[in-house]
């Protein structure tokens, strides 16, 4: 296990080096990008100085680790202010989207996949593989304009994007807006938080609820078949404790791979979710970041990110040594 | 189980139908806490309401001189006020902060008088000093609120009035509390249209001595509209300014500037009714609103130019009879059709129509291939030649869609067996290699901030813009004197008559095609009355009411 954790030191430093020399090798002068089109050249050159550019790699390099080793991720070019806490309202959001993507694939997936496995061939089975082979191969962008131009627009139905309603803001606490109503106590404004998240979770839970599905269904099909479920069925076991309690244990190791790698997966969904939504989340962040040509927010966007990655599949890790002890580090 | 599992599907099903069934009356109480009263043309005024205006970008930063994007100055232009403001709908100057102002005889020096009972925001009253730290702050580098070191810049003020030793205003003199006194090195004809750019809105020392680097985040100033709150990506609220001078104004409670930068999402949402207004409507879209009960389309005058321009300094666009085929070569009308949905007029000059010193009696090249091939035969190119068409990555108001239009003059170039290859490159490293000269043709625009001629052709086209500025490379020394002396000249008509000889000689060199002045377009729901959105993209919404039919 501590091997395991060890591990992580190599990977988050290498993370530094790449994200670093990305950013130093794509083309383009951020000062003009900064200042805009109509900008005139002096004005460029001063900032180009100011901002350090015209220093070598490794020395740039240097005082970007210096930075970050004393918890300083930089000041953002655009707005002036300190990255570390510009990030969070961006990194809640996302946090409260992905959370509620990743509950609802969860949910729906294994239960579906279970009912399939336990109903084999029936109609319901059909259906389902259907629907999961339909949301494995949707293109989550499509996916969130289909929801947007039907349950938006023409149902009217739930709002087109955004986070809150404009006209009643939410005041943030925490910035994960469903908590900070009911710790305002404004239940009106936890349905509102709520309505705003159903379309962009379902657009971006999608397809790792279909992938969930079809790999509880295949896991729970082979365990089904094994001796010691056949054991239990024979002791006279209510199907219900036979797939919930005996088969689900054993078949859920595939399943939580799939969920840890998904679960990572959705952080990048969640960039193209986030714009079509207008979900001020951590995708936008570092989207507008590239756009704006804000090296200190790309580098320190892409690097939270991936370490978020990093420790995602760690939680994992050890969760499979939790459930089965066979496993270890 | 059985049970168990039904119930998870009946209360996902449920709690989906819930959610929707709760949105129902959330729409009617959005407007609902306002009084009304008939205005007596049928239609209720309602005093109060809060507008939604939804644009496709965040603002960079509150701080009106340390910005230059279009989205920044559209909030700023609520929260600050300037010495001049400009009509409603156009560049013509009326009173803003200042009531009175005049340049003496030389054009060396303005005497403005400034209105009386004005407060900031905060609390302090507007005066003579608050000017001079303001314009202060913006000029001298070193100045205490200047905040250089912490990444701002002045971008527009050093292109309008001169960086440094080039800074056109050598001192700014208190006179007495509500006069102040602006003294130049030399005169400057746009000098007041310059005054009135919204970039110069004039902030509260109170609150630069306050707040410091972060003013940017917490802008006080003396307009219809306080600053609330900001939630980057999100959305700006402003609430209505109760101590504004002007009596009655404003109508509304509020301002929010929502981002929503998907153009579909942000047609969706006015359609649902989530927001009020929208900018940067498709013109592929324009027909859907129009179809629709309840909204309407706002047009703003063009103030813009978008072009191909040549590099003049290379092969063989250094021959202007090229030059000039290619102006008889593409055909204008077509392109707006195609590319911009009807929304621009066609352009024969570098400035826009309704500009002081636009000269209409220039003749725009007609449309003729055949007149192309004759050109192109006289310089020696018969049969054609092969080049790069630098196309923009990105749209821009004046290009919606670059590539569809260069995709058009590709076509129409190939009947002359020209070979135009596109090439795209990103936006930062574009703009980066035209200012070099890499390229052979390129596709650019240019907007205007304060509606003065110099701002387009003294940029562009002015041998003081190579490199930088001017990207076409032009340079013609008789062109050069005549754009400087319609600078240095503070009479109206006379710096028309300079600018009407230099488009002349322009026009005769070719150094671009002028393509189109386009038309931005905004929709809106038709509750709202009072708005006139203004050519420079910032309007006041202080005359701005919702109305209720």
């Known amino acids: 296990m501590l091997r395991r954790i060890a591990l992580l030191i190599p990977v988050l430093i290498g993370m530094t080096v790449v994200t670093f020399s990305i950013i130093w090798l794509i083309p383009g002068n951020p000062a003009q990008t900064i200042l805009g089109e109509q900008a005139s050249p002096q004005a460029i050159a001063e900032l180009e100085d100011q901002l350090g550019l015209n220093n070598p790699f490794w020395v740039q390099y240097g005082s970007y680790i210096g930075d970050l080793l004393t918890g300083d991720l930089g000041v953002s070019m655009r707005t002036n202010n300190e990255i570390i806490t510009e990030i969070w309202p961006y990194l809640a959001a996302t946090m409260e989207l992905t959370f509620f993507a990743m509950l609802f694939a969860i949910i729906i997936g294994v239960n579906a996949g279970i009912v399939s496995a336990w109903k084999q061939n029936s109609f319901f089975d059909y259906a389902c593989m259907l629907i999961a082979l339909v949301g494995v191969s949707m293109p989550v962008f499509w996916l969130a304009l289909m929801e947007q131009w039907i349950f938006a627009q023409e149902l009217g139905w739930l709002p087109t994007v955004g986070r809150s309603d404009p006209r009643a803001p939410i005041e943030p606490i925490t910035h994960f807006y469903i908590i900070d109503t009911l710790l305002r106590g404004n239940f009106d404004q936890t349905i509102t938080a709520i309505r705003h998240l159903v379309l962009p979770v379902i657009a971006l839970g999608t397809i790792p609820m279909a992938i969930i599905a079809r790999m509880t269904r295949s896991s729970m099909l082979e365990v089904l078949r094994s001796d010691y479920i056949r054991t239990v069925q024979a002791k006279g076991s209510s199907q219900g404790i036979v797939v919930y309690k005996h088969a689900l244990k054993n078949a859920f190791i595939p399943v939580l791979t799939v969920v840890g790698l998904q679960a990572g997966a959705l952080l990048g969904g969640a960039i193209l979710t986030e714009t079509i939504f207008s979900w001020p989340g951590v995708g936008r962040y570092i989207y507008e970041g590239i756009s704006y040509r804000d090296y200190p927010v790309i580098q320190s966007g892409i690097l939270i990110v991936a370490t978020i990655f990093v420790f995602i599949n760690l939680i994992v890790d050890l969760l499979y040594a939790s459930i089965d002890p066979r496993i270890k580090y | ?549």
């Not at chain 2, 002359?416 to 795209?424: G, P, R, S």
Request: proline share 5%; charged share 25%.
């Open chain 2, 1 to 549: 189980m059985k049970k168990v599992k039904m119930n998870l599907i009946s209360v996902s099903c449920l709690s989906l139908l819930l959610l929707a069934a709760c949105g129902g009356d959330e729409d009617t109480a959005s407007d609902g806490n306002t009084d009304t009263n008939d205005n007596g043309n049928g239609t209720e005024q309602t005093d109060g309401g809060v507008l939604i205006f939804a644009r496709g970008g965040d603002s960079q930063g509150l701080d009106p001189g340390a910005v230059t994007d279009g989205e920044s100055s559209r909030v700023t232009k609520q929260i600050y006020e300037t010495l001049i403001e400009f009509e409603q709908d156009s560049f013509e100057l009326k009173e803003g902060l200042a009531t009175n102002w005049e340049p003496s005889e030389d054009g060396l020096s303005y005497v403005f008088t400034l209105r009386e009972g004005v407060t900031f925001h905060d609390g302090t009253p507007f005066n003579a000093e608050a000017v001079k730290v303001n314009f202060e702050r913006w000029a001298d580098p070193d100045h205490e609120f200047a905040f250089r070191d912490e990444g701002y810049t002045y971008s527009v003020y050093g292109t309008l009035f001169g960086v440094g030793e080039e800074d056109v205003i050598e001192e700014i003199n208190v006179v007495s509390d509500y006069e102040v006194e602006f003294v130049l090195n030399e005169p400057l004809g746009a000098f007041l249209q310059n005054v009135a750019a919204s970039y110069f809105g004039i902030i509260s020392p109170a609150a630069l001595e306050e707040y410091g680097t972060d003013i940017d985040e917490n802008p006080v100033g003396t307009g219809p509209f306080k600053f609330e709150s900001w939630q980057r990506d999100s959305s700006i609220v402003l609430k209505k300014n109760e101590d504004y001078w002007e009596e009655g104004l404003p109508y509304l409670d509020g301002v929010t500037f929502s981002v929503i930068g998907d153009n579909s999402a942000r047609l969706s949402s006015l359609m649902s009714g989530d927001i009020d207004l929208m900018d940067g409507l498709s013109p592929d879209d324009i027909a859907q609103v129009e179809g629709a009960d309840g909204f309407e389309i706002f047009e703003r005058v063009p103030n813009n130019i978008g072009y191909l321009g040549f590099n003049t300094e290379v092969e063989p666009f250094d021959d202007p009879l090229v030059r000039k085929a290619f102006n008889h070569a593409i055909d204008k009308e077509g392109v707006i059709a195609a590319v911009y949905g009807g929304q621009a007029t066609p352009a024969k000059n570098a400035i826009p129509e309704d500009y002081l010193g636009h000269n209409d009696d220039i003749e725009d090249y007609e449309y003729d291939l055949d007149l192309a091939k004759e050109l192109l035969a006289e310089a020696g190119l018969e049969d054609g030649f092969e080049f790069d068409l630098w196309t923009m990555p990105v749209a821009r108001p004046y290009m919606p869609n670059p590539m569809r239009a260069a995709e058009l003059i590709q076509a129409e170039l190939s009947e002359l067996n020209i070979t135009a290859n596109i090439v795209e490159k990103e936006w930062a490293v574009y703009l980066e290699e035209i200012e070099l000269g890499y390229h052979d043709v390129f596709m650019l625009g240019w907007s205007g901030v304060n509606g003065d001629a110099d701002y387009f052709l003294g940029t562009i086209l002015h041998t003081d813009g190579i490199p930088g500025s001017n990207q076409t490379f032009y340079s013609n020394e008789e062109v050069d004197a005549l754009l400087d002396q319609a600078k240095r000249t503070v009479d109206p008509d006379e710096r028309a008559n300079f600018y009407e000889e230099a488009q002349v000689l322009i026009h005769e060199d070719a150094p671009m095609v002028p393509l189109v002045h386009s038309i931005p377009v905004l929709a809106g729901s038709d509750i709202i009355s009072g708005y006139v959105p203004h050519p420079s993209t910032s309007e006041s919404l202080k005359h701005v009411s919702l109305t209720n039919q």
